[in-house]
């Protein structure tokens, strides 16, 4: 088996446990039981991290072949993108409540708070689109980096479909939101 399969199948391991933990049907069944909501918001933050960190890890491990390297202006154009990309995924915690976001503070209502400020007013998913910009635009680029940011990215785009579920039940706006909002590339005018 090739490494580039490894990182798929670790990725679509790392995507399921991930999404499991976020399914409200899971939360529903386990809240309860064994914690509060915050408790439990804080119990995915530290399991997320950690099971993202062992992901990494695994695919770092894997025999790997460099793929390409760019140098010259078209370098300096990636980093830019990648530079891009990382003002993107820090601005959208900006308008939100961190604390709360990672489960060191209770959220209102045990809800996901609904945001259109900041670089919310532009994009609905600047996390995502930050960090898929960072991952696609890197000079460097391995035969297992570009299938980890070719699988992470494919995950954030149907993780946000999910997402924006949740989001449309919890706050029923969302919907007029998401009309008016585009998903990953802001629009230009």
Known sequence: ??????????????????????????????????????????????????????????????????????????????????????????????????MAFVGLRRQKNNIDPFIVSGIYRHVRHPMYSGVMLMLLASPDQSINGLNMALAASLYFLIGSVFEERRMIDQHPEYAAYRQRVPAFIPRLR
């Open 1 to 98: 088996m090739t490494s580039a399969l490894y990182v798929w199948l670790a990725t679509l391991l790392f995507a399921l446990t991930h999404s499991l933990m976020a399914a409200a049907w899971v939360k529903h069944a386990v809240i309860p039981r064994l914690f509060s909501a915050q408790q439990y918001r804080l119990a995915y933050s530290i399991v997320s991290l950690l099971f993202a960190a062992l992901w990494l890890m695994f695919i770092h491990a894997l025999p790997d072949r460099p793929l390409y390297h760019i140098d010259g202006l078209l370098l300096y154009l990636l980093f830019g993108l990648q530079l891009v990309g990382g003002i993107a995924a820090l601005a959208a915690f900006r308008p939100i409540d961190a």
